[in-house]
């Protein structure tokens, strides 16, 4: 039965969070805040943190950033995932993933329906990984940033989740699902 061993020894990702919007500070990015201090509490490593504007060079300049930063094993982007026409999360990072995770935006969608039924239709949440870091990319609501983390992200980047989970994937991590 899948769910978490706790008989297993738990291994901390370094998490990168993106905030992508054109409005928000550090003082209003409740989004952000939210994945933060989430990853913090489970005991995972804040790696880096950031905003930037609805631009698809600014978007794709930062992820790059982290990509190629050894410090760096996941990052959570929110934000820019809907249809307005400065939503472009998607066009900015879909070209640097060399695979598509695509089971993220389902299972996103079926936690969604259970709090926003059918507008879930209006996200574009989606997941993939760029060389070896994995990118997970949601909506810019605080409720969607809820739902992400404590139904499907809390427990894919607990490297005690049985049968696997996204950690042993990581690189330095590849041995705990051999």
């Not at 054109?22 to 490593?45: I, M, Y």
């Not at 060079?57 to 050894?70: F, G, H, T, Y």
């Not at 389902?106 to 060389?131: E, N, P, Y």
């Amino acid at each position: 039965m899948p769910g978490i061993d706790d008989s297993l020894e738990f291994h901390p990702l370094k998490v990168a969070v993106l905030t992508v919007s054109d409005t928000r500070t550090p003082e209003t990015d409740t989004s952000g805040a939210l994945f933060a201090t989430r990853l913090q509490e489970a005991g995972h490593h804040l790696a880096g943190r950031a905003i930037v504007p609805d631009e698809v060079d600014s978007i794709r300049k930062q992820v790059s950033a982290w990509v190629a930063n050894p410090d760096v094993d996941v990052i959570v982007s929110t934000g820019g995932t809907g249809f307005t026409p400065r939503d472009v999360t998607p066009e900015a990072v879909g070209p640097l993933l060399r695979r598509v995770m695509d089971g993220f935006s389902v299972v996103f969608h079926q936690v969604s329906m259970d709090t926003i039924g059918v507008s879930t239709l209006q996200s574009r949440a989606f997941a993939g990984q760029a060389d070896d870091t994995f990118i997970f990319c949601v909506p810019g609501s605080t409720g969607a940033c809820r739902d992400a983390w404590d139904r499907i992200l809390a427990l894919e980047f607990d490297s005690r989740y049985r049968p696997c989970s996204i950690a042993g994937q990581v690189p330095r991590l590849r041995h705990l699902c051999a």
